[in-house]
């Protein structure tokens, strides 16, 4: 997955976002790039309010979003999920089978 996000990151600044840091912390120190951790540690401390989500998509600076399957319905991912589209399970699935990778670029709904 993270090749896959290195790939098609285009000018976004950040590599990605992830709802916890535990998903985020992987990926920084394979590629020692920017990635936003959405939620704090467990995901339970939003960072970001919709809008702000919203701003920086909007802006480029963030094009794809890594969730757990079992946040979906969580409020602090409902932006995401309601917004932006789930990338194909084939390309979008990170070794860990309950990460779930959301496109909000060009295209998301």
């Known amino acids: ?18 709802i916890r840091s535990r998903i985020a912390s992987p990926i920084i120190l394979t590629r020692d790039e920017p990635v936003i951790s959405l939620g704090g540690f467990n995901g339970a401390d939003p960072v970001f309010s919709d809008e702000r989500l919203a701003g920086l998509v909007k802006e480029g600076a963030v094009r794809f979003f890594l ?17 932006c589209e789930q990338v194909r399970q084939e390309i979008g699935r990170s070794s860990d089978s309950t990460v779930l990778l959301y496109n909000c670029g060009t295209g998301a709904r």
Request: proline share 0%; no cysteine; aromatic share 8%.
């Open 1 to 18: 997955m993270v090749d896959y996000l290195h790939a098609n990151q285009g000018d976004a600044k950040y590599l990605g976002a992830a």
């Open 67 to 83: 969730i757990e399957g079992r946040d979906r319905k969580e409020k602090s991912v409902r932006w995401i999920t309601d917004n």
